[in-house]
């Protein structure tokens, strides 16, 4: 019976067997469903965080082939032109200021002037030439506002900016390196393709889409400046306040100020909100639900910088890229346009597209320069020759006020080593920099032109056989005022490589981090003594004498030790006295004095005085407050002044130089003082 083929009697169905027939299958169904839970639903929490928050499927970057596809979606190019004109605008201001064009004729005027390229042969042309770089940059700038001739435009723009960006480190900064790279990622895109005069001339490129890439780059270098902003203030050194301080004085913080007293700004808001504000606000800016509520955050904090800080075209450039995270089309509503017609044509063709070979490619490219300005802010480990007390060059790490120095001494001495003359050199006699004053490379830069511009100027009292020795004594961040470099080498002869450590560079005295409350404390009752009196931390290196002469408009001076072991002599006393923490001694004024750090660990110790010429004259502290208070909160028609003012400085160097190309009339320069 077991292989009989008849069919055996089967049962009705009747409603409560398929009812319970759906319920065991329901039942098997939910058992199942519980076994692949888990996996199933992060997966669908992903896929619905992607596609509501951040407005994309998961799956456009599950593959190279759809992550292509995402890339070359079409989208309206009207906010990009919008950003394109304001980008133009705004490098047309800051060629006249950051870049140096209304002090053309010092910066390259001067045959004598430093400068200091990246690149060894580098060189700065005779100045009428600059004026022509200058002018080509400017021309530029006015192409990419105008929209007119783009690509070209572009050109004109990058090649001499790069170039004065590239001669002289000194100049450098985070936003000088944004500019030129947002310059360079708008030269491939199709930012012309809205609001410019190739759209007006051309009507075949008015109102075309572009594919979504030319975005992303703008959008991905914008969010890689806020995220490694974020990163960099992340650390200790930030944190703890010391980076920037008495920044809670300005008006700005009014409104805190009923709340927290200054210090509780200087830590709370200007540090521990800047270093979150840093780090969130881009991923804010990419979720759509949250972009409306902190877009006011994000236009108030750059705002408010452009307030705070010297630091030209950058918050109106960042604001110029907030539109960037909202829809392409945002220009035409507002304007009443509608939406792009050739976006909506033919969708499904569009959607039904697989991305070649060359588009593939250009997604590799794009990937690849990601992947470099990931990678770029934390590469130093391989460039050990430009890290000193900081990592890199400042300029591509994008850590923006982490650092804050305060420069007291600098004295460059030049030795005759025929006749063994000893010569001061004022340290700004051949440039208005002093970064070159904190790094190693920059100040063998410094050095070797100093000797190049004293043998071509054939001084008669100093021969061809020099040394050059820099003595540089500044703090960071609130630290002790200590030396740079090794004073004791000769930077002609000094070694230096950008793969290598620097030997001779001195390294910042972080063991010392500790006593930073204390010379907060201490420096607040020595300011409390008097209106006239205050106070200089210095920490040294073993061996190491500091030479110190006490101007005669300095009274009540004091030697105190707080660390470590030093010898101390004068120019009148032979004698000399050994001090230990702890102690103190009084400074006569108007002599020499030396201060040798004995044994195998720095000393720290501290100046006292007060100062005779203010106590004589009257003035006081609380005056030179006042007269802060007395200049205008908003200064916008004095900034507009100085703009204007410096804008026809800029515009007079072209003309001079064109004028000196084309007909030989005369420059005429301005002459810096030099001793």
């Known amino acids: ?68 596809s995402w890339l070359q979606r079409p989208v309206d190019g009207a906010a990009l032109g919008i950003f394109r004109m304001l980008y133009g605008a705004a490098m047309l201001i800051d060629i006249a200021e950051e870049r140096g064009g209304g002090q053309l004729d010092v910066r390259f005027g001067e045959p004598h002037h430093c400068h200091f390229p990246l ?45 004065i960006f590239l001669l002289d480190k000194p100049t450098w900064n985070n936003h000088s390196y944004l500019f030129g790279l947002a310059g360079t990622l708008l030269l491939f895109t199709q930012a012309e393709s809205y609001c410019s005069l190739d759209s007006w001339l051309h009507p075949c490129r008015r109102s075309r889409c572009i594919p979504y890439w030319n975005y992303f780059l703008i959008k991905f270098q914008f969010f890689v400046l806020y995220l490694y902003a974020g990163l960099k203030k992340f650390s ?60 006011p955050f994000m236009l108030s904090f750059h705002l408010m910088n452009s307030r705070l800080f010297v630091i030209g075209m950058f918050p109106w450039v960042c604001l110029a890229e907030v539109p960037l995270f909202f829809s392409p089309d945002w220009p035409r509503k507002i304007w009443g346009g509608g939406s792009n017609p050739l976006l909506t044509s033919h969708p499904s063709i569009e959607a039904s597209k697989q991305p070649g070979i060359l588009a593939r490619m250009r997604t590799c490219l794009i990937l690849g320069y990601c992947a470099l300005q990931l990678f770029l802010p934390y590469s130093h480990f391989i460039t050990k020759g430009y890290n000193n007390w900081t990592n890199g060059l400042y300029g591509y790490s994008w850590d923006m006020m982490v650092h804050s120095y305060d420069t007291l001494q600098t004295s460059i001495q030049v030795v005759d080593n025929e006749s063994r003359q000893v010569h001061n050199l004022n340290p700004y006699a051949f440039t208005e920099y002093d970064r070159w004053t904190k790094y190693a490379d920059m100040a063998v830069q410094y050095a070797k032109c100093i000797e190049e511009n004293l043998r ?13 020795y820099f003595d540089i004594w500044c703090s960071m961040n609130g630290r002790f005022q200590q030396r740079s470099f090794d004073p004791r080498v000769d930077l002609l002869k000094a070694k230096w490589s950008p793969f290598e450590s620097t030997s001779w560079s001195l390294p910042l005295l972080t063991e010392l981090n500790h006593m930073r409350p204390k010379l907060r404390t201490i420096e607040t009752e020595v300011l409390a003594w008097n209106n006239y009196s205050d106070v200089i931390f210095v920490a040294d290196f073993p061996g190491l004498t500091l030479t110190n002469f006490i101007s005669p408009d300095l009274i009540n001076c004091t030697l105190t030790i707080l660390e470590g072991n030093v010898r101390y002599r004068n120019e009148n006393d032979p004698e000399a006295y050994f001090l230990t923490a702890g102690k103190s001694i009084g400074l006569e004024s ?86």
């Open 1 to 68: 019976m077991a292989n009989s083929k008849r069919k055996l009697p089967t049962k009705a169905t009747t409603p409560e067997n398929a009812t319970a027939t759906k319920d065991l299958h329901s039942q098997s169904k939910k058992s199942a469903s519980e076994k692949v839970s888990p996996v199933a639903r992060d997966s669908s929490l992903l896929r619905q965080f992607f596609r509501e928050c951040l407005g994309h499927e998961l799956s456009n970057f599950t593959s190279l082939s759809h992550f292509t």
């Open 119 to 163: 690149f060894s042969g580098m060189r700065a042309l005779p100045y009428p030439m600059m004026g022509c770089v200058y002018l080509c940059m400017w021309l530029g700038a006015w192409g990419i506002t105008l929209g007119f001739r783009f690509r070209v435009s572009c050109v004109a723009f990058l090649v001499p900016y790069w170039y």
């Open 236 to 295: 200790l050194e930030w944190l703890s306040g010391y980076a920037m301080s008495n920044l809670s004085h300005h008006w700005v913080f009014t409104p805190f100020r009923q709340m927290l007293d200054s210090e509780m700004i200087d830590l709370l808001i200007v540090h521990w909100f800047t270093a979150v504000f840093d780090l969130s606000i881009a991923f804010f800016m990419t979720v759509e639900r949250t972009r409306l509520l902190v877009t």
């Open 456 to 468: 071509v100027g054939q001084t008669a009292d100093i021969g061809s056989n020099i040394s050059v």
């Open 590 to 675: 108007n002599i020499t004095h030396l201060v040798t750090t004995i044994g195998q660990r720095p000393a720290s110790y501290l100046f006292t005085y007060t100062n005779k010429t203010m106590m004589d004259q009257g003035i006081t502290i609380d005056d030179k407050a006042a007269s802060v208070e007395d200049r205008s909160v908003l200064p916008l028609w004095q900034e507009f002044q100085q703009r204007l003012s410096n804008y026809h400085q800029f515009l007079g160097h072209i003309a001079n130089c064109m004028l000196y190309l084309l007909y030989d009339v005369p420059i005429p320069l301005a002459v810096r003082e030099r001793d």
